[in-house]
């Protein structure tokens, strides 16, 4: 007996044949079959020509195609061969397609009404693949663009309400423990290597220019005060009184002797430079941080070792009104508003910090005097950095001292400087040792030489670095945001 025609099976309407229409045309893919295949195939395929066979087998139609009378649900895993599936970019739109399109850019270039939106609209990569057909933008070559140079809205830690949190005295009532318990834990100094800040000098050190400069600032030699506890009369009682005395009694009996304070030396004449604002025990909320931003840990997970923001006992900084106006609208979009935190700031009236200082009674607790101010001085340091890679000149501070720290309890004191060694885009912190010295030695030989160095900071370096802020400020290029 002759074997029948196969049939092509297709799903058809009623009272039709399998295969064809009733006029004879061959049946075309059905829209939910064109839509399954544009799933499993990638979104710029097309389907020029397919006719839709099942594979000629003796199974039921029951088994190949849902009961009418039950829901409709998920197609079964059928074999699609189509003629021709063929890759390639739509040369043309349908109407409708190219409507939404349309739609999706002038969205995209109006004015924001939506969260949605605006995220949209901030994430220039986002813009960028919508706008060119669904692909990412290349990444570019240029690491520094002038976004990330920007002042942020400050993130606040959890528990913490949203008010200006560095105008307020909420960062002075610190515990002092919970403020310098992290610089004591033996990871510090790995953390901050990691964040690329040394605690050691470059192998190269500073620069020739550099040393002279230290050098001519420890052999200065400005007027010391009369009628101290520092007089010949008065040294050795107050060297016995202070070396039983806790970190707040140095602090009040010799600390004005070793490191002067900055207002007091321009109201005393002794400096003519009235540009700095001094700090003291003030958290650096206004700083962005060395910490990567980052969710806090979920329960049951380990806590990862962070650094709290810098509140050094004692920092001197250059003031707001210490800059024209002309030059503060160019700092504005780096500076930001009120609440912000920006590379330019310590606290958010302190601008370019350069110099800080640490009380600790006892030889241990210097070290982790010194692990504070290097910390705070790295903040420091690199807003600097930020500020003349904005201008192209950041060549001109490679191994050049940036910033000062001073380390002392009730007889040794510590003097750094802290210097960039810019490689490239790379850029690490280093710190040199200016001297380190014991003020009782020798009769107290030496008990004026922090003194005299930190008064010929104010008067005569930070004067010259004044100068050079202003000058790269003053070539700031013009931010436009898109």
Known sequence: MASLPKRQHVCRGNNEPYGKH??????????????????????????????????????????????????????????????????????????????????????????????????????????????????????????????????????????????????SVASESSSRVAKSSPYSDKNCELFLEIKRSFLCEHENGISYNSWIRCQQLLENTPKVPRGTRFDDGAFGSTCRRVQRKNKTGVSILITELIVPFAEDTIYSHDVKFPCFIESFNEGWDSSIPLNDVRPLPQSGQPQRFRLPRPQPGRAVGFARQSFTEARLKKLAPFVGEIGDTSFFLGTAYMYFPFMTSEVKCGKAALDTADRQNAHSMTLSVRGIVKLFKLVKREKELHREVQGFSVSHDHCSVRIYGYYPVIDGEETAYYRHVIHKFDITALNGKERWTCYRFIVSVYSDWARSHFKKLCAAIDELPEFKPE
């Open 22 to 167: 009733q006029n004879g045309q061959p049946h075309t893919l059905s829209r939910r079959i064109t839509h399954l295949c544009n799933t499993h195939q990638a979104d710029e395929c097309d389907i020029e020509q397919g006719v839709l066979s099942l594979p000629t087998t003796n199974r039921s139609r029951g088994s190949l195609f849902h009961d009418h009378n039950r829901k409709r649900g998920r197609v079964g895993p059928l074999q699609l061969p189509l003629e021709r599936f063929r890759k390639q970019r739509r040369v043309g739109h349908s109407p409708s397609v190219k409507k939404a399109e349309d739609g999706r850019r002038s969205e995209i270039n109006s004015p924001v009404t939506h969260q949605s939106n605006k995220r949209l609209q901030t994430d220039s990569s986002v813009k960028y693949w919508i706008l060119h057909n669904y692909q990412w933008p290349k990444p570019s070559l240029e690491c520094n663009s002038m976004e990330s140079f920007l002042s942020r809205p400050k993130i606040l830690p959890l528990g913490r309400t949203k008010s200006s949190a560095s105008l």
